[in-house]
């Protein structure tokens, strides 16, 4: 309960903060804070409980008719991610009321954020598939409004639609992947399902579930050819980017492979999907980093490519690959964070993000400019920095993984090597030269500060000391991913081996790099142009303009306003659909001793024959409903001839009144015009035909089924002494069935209505 | 208690009747059609809560016994339709009450409202196939006049289009009845499920089915029979688009989901596959015409016909789980579908166009309008944890068990397709700023108006969040569908 409490604290506020007066007062943002900041104290408490095994839980029988369970389970994993997740929401809470103090709609962005945190708690937390997914699906949701949030800007709302339809897309595919997972596990309880080991992994529909699970978290954590939507979230305000797109939500898909690495991992599918796209994803995002110019870019670029490598590391998947994953995921969270929040301070101090057009912040904003330094090492990967352990290990990792090691180690080094000339290029230009910025650059208020100091504080502190973390953080988490105790001894400094080699040689990669930057844009410029059709991010907007396309050529095509083409393919549906059925499975008998066709049967036949004929022929009005009653008066004279009198004389009234009344309202209607070309009239008859015929065999078929008398006997018996009417017909009419007679009263009574309406109340003004 | 299952007709009856001899005061028009939906409310509640456990009320009309007489049944399934048209009922009229001008109400439009509804309540109570028919002749009818009432040239030309292809779903339906009661010589449908399961399982059958699954087709506009639909609902008043919105086309998958979970089970292997194919391709078309255009009320109206294969997609699943997906998504839809056209209503009124283009900036002007669109979007894409989400759930799970990957693929792919045009509608008409043609004052909602989405948007979280007893109420109501033994042995009597 308690758990659920500090997991679910998020929605609370969610929905107070639009009506919260707090935030017109700068002690606004640190009172809202302090939610996070307790949940965060929370959940530090369990820290001693979960390292000696021990696991946290609660949980509801929500849906039972679904087994679905709403239920939390707090492992090393869930610990660690919650952690990020609350701590890094205190200190965004904190900076955000103070970035965008005076701001309108303040409460409406504070609802959304907390919202989100509620979200990714959850997510993080879940203990079932389902509950899982319907946070996974939240988050997506309140990034969509997070990133629209300025929804005067037109690139805002493109980008917050396309992250949504990416990730939603996404999450679709991971709902069928859990049905599936359901099916095959016969649960939805993850903990069951990691336990249940080998599985799935060897089911007949290990593969589609694979893909379906795999479709989720790449386009959740944007990787390629999926990373496209990341940058264009950066539309949201700074310390959103900092708090969900870098820090927390994008690793919601890294989140979901690490939780269902014990029941899906370890196969050559797994290997070689997650290694293949974690590579290309790494390499990928770290080339396009050195060529942006915008601070936020550079960083979402960096941040696709951190996400690779985790995808990469868990690819990978040995005990040590899965605890450099635990260390980097940390690593990343507290730099990157602090790149973002640094960032934002920036653009609110000197009003641009451009590299360009800003120098000499050292001097200018001396805080924001340490804490800036500080990410700048961690992603350039050297020094006392928790993410240069992270790194180690990966090369590490990268080093004993057996299959196309060499690929990776490639890989592994390129991007160190990038990221490192993107990190040294980036702290180049803002810090050292004369002060350079559109406005008098000054240092932001301390809740601003706060953030980035902290974080930065950390990455230090972790590095120096891993002990803080490696067996009360790192352990049980990479226990949780590994699915068996895993043994975590950090150190920054191994000596002299072979990692550090390489990262040496990925510093020689990044003075090339920068040495080479002026004559190697234009190149990469080149290449990115000519590939530009074929950019996922392209191919989004292709596709989209394709669909747009192709619904609207479908949409035309069937509801092109033409009431006769409706009508026809209506009734071509009903006989395509029943003869299909005679032809299919047959049994549609027809009798061929019909006795003696008796004279009058030929006339009437004729009669009736000739009234349809003519009606359809017919160029006036008038002619074509007298037509259409001499077809009446033709029925009625069979059903006179065939033991039914009341029911003809019915009918000859009914064929009068309409006839007369045809007259009467169609007298002053123009000539019927013969629009059709003479193929359309070929194409109709042959229809009408068609269901004339289907309707006759039917009906010549039901003849020979056997018909059952019991009601009409029943009527016959009961109508007298029962019901006390001589008439059966009459009988059946208000008695038997007198609840038809009922209805049918009222439409009459509606028709009329309708009537006087329609000739009474005529507008050309609808709304 | 047999009685109680006439009780919602009888009090649609009574209303519609006191309202008609009201004509020329609409004030007293409305109160009495408030007053009736309410009492209907009740009834239907009355009647869902003798039917909650399991048990099929049957009442015998004029007391003659089944199958000679017209038998009116209660099981789970009618109760939970009956409710639902009742909630919907009252809250379009409680919309009109904000909307319709005094010209309609003085030609009847609330005597027609109460009369579609009585026609509605009794296709759903009815266990006799030609009843069946005459109450979708007066359903029908109503609708049509309804539709037409105090239109200009435009609604005139939708409702005819409506009109002239529903009459031919009437005459392939009473087609089907008559070749049907030649084969069997009964119109009872507990009887005809007897009946029709002794006969041989030939084409006879089978092909007198495909008449039914036509004419039920059309009238709940599944692929390529819908087109009357987005002819003619964009067309009417918004209250009015709203209750055919939630209520008609499901009524046509409340029969085809009767009859063939009834009376046309011997062929399933056949039947039930044609419908699983019309069901994928209804979704495709469905939403592919959503997401073509940009006038909110054509957007939503395409929606309906996509969403109407989802349902028909659970009878064609044919197993307990995905009859009780269908049952749920269509009360899920029924509330959800009718609010948002409650909405594009207001937005009409706020914006002064149901365009796109023409739209904007209501989610600063009006955020609660926002909030309360928000939610019967969402849940119509499926976002959990609202209502729309756990419908579509049970019908993935479904189809996943059934191993019938090719529509589960259809069903997640057109639910990101739902989402895109939701999402579209969400960001063009409220948070693109406003384009500056909006009327200068615009008609101002009011409490008629924000009182029905409210309350519908309330039960749509409800049936998200608390979505156990009505999911639990739907399984019940899916095994009764897939044991007709117990319909039949209430209807006809316990066999001897």
Redesign the interface.
Known sequence: MTLAVFALCGFAMALAA?FLPIWRFRPGGWLAAGVPAASFVYFLTLVPRIGDDEVVTASWN?????DVAFALRVDGLALLMALLVSGMGALVVLYSGAYLQGKPGLG?FMAYLFGFMGSMLGLVLAADL?TL??FW??TS?TS?LLI?FE??KPEA?KA??QA??VT??GG??L??GF??I??EAGTYDIAEITAGGGGLAESSRYL?ILVLVLAGAFTKSAQFPFHFWLPGAMAAPTPVSAYLHSATMVKAGVYLLARLHPALGDTTEWTVALTAFGSVTMVLGAFIAVHQTDLKLILAYSTVAALGLLVLLLGIGTDLAVKGAMVFLLAHALYKGTLFLAAGSIDHGTGTRELGKLGGLARAMPITAAALAVGAVSLAGFGPVLAFIGKEALIEAVLHFGQAGEAAVIGAVVTGGTLFAVAAGMLGRLLIGAVRAPHHPHESPWEMLAGPVLLSVLSVVFALAPALISGGLVAPAAAAVAGEQVKVKLALWHGVNTALLLSLLSLAIAAAVLWNAPRLRPVTARIADAAGPLRPGELYYTSLLN??R???Q??RL??H?Y?RL??A???A??VA??V?????????ELDNSYGDIAFYEVIIAGVIIAGAGLAIRASDRLTAVVALGAVGFGVALVYAFFGAPDLALTQFLVETLTVLLFVLVFYRLPRLANVSPVPTRVRDAALSLAAGAL?TV??L???T????????A??AE?SKPVAFGRNVVNVILV??????TL??I??LA??A??V???L???????? | MSGLVALPLVVMLASSVAALAFLRYPKIQEAIALTGMVALVGAAGWLLAETWDGEILVLQAGNWPAPFGITLVADLFASIMVMLAAIVGLAATMYSVGTIDADRERYGYYPLMNILVLGVCGAFLTGDLFNLYVWFEVLLVASFVIMALGGGRPQMEGALKYVALNLVSSVLFLSGVGLLYAATGTLNMADLSQRVAEAEADGYMTAVAMLFLTAFGIKAAMFPLFFWLPASYHTAPAPVAALFAGLLTKVGVYALIRVFTLIFTTDVGYTHTIILWLSVATMVTGVLGAVSHNDVKRILSFHIISQIGYMTLGLALFTPLALAGSIFYIGHHIIVKTNLFFIAGVIRRLGGSYELVHLGGLARSRPALAALFFIPAFSLSGIPPLSGFFAKFALVRAAAEEGEFVALAFVLGVGLLTLLSMTKIFVEAFLKPASGEAPAAPASPGFWHYAPIGGLAALTLVLGFAAEPFLSAATEAADQLMEPERYIAAVLGEPQ
């Open positions: 639009p929500w849906i039972p008719t679904l409406r389902i997914f319907v699906e939240l949701i969509f629209s929804t005067e709302r917050a639609t949504l339809l939603g897309g679709l595919a709902l069928g049905a599936l359901g099916i589609p669909l747009n192709v619904a609207r479908q949409t069937l509801q306003g009431l409706y009508l393919i209506t009734l549906t009903a659909l029943t299909a059925a005679i032809a299919v499975r047959g049994g549609v309707m039917l009906v078929a039901s003849i089924q056997t018909s059952d008398h019991t009601l009409t029943y009527f009961t008695d038997f069935r007198s609840l038809d209805g049918e009222i439409v509606v028709a209505l309708g006087v309406a329609m009474k109340l005529r507008r050309e003004d609808s709304p």
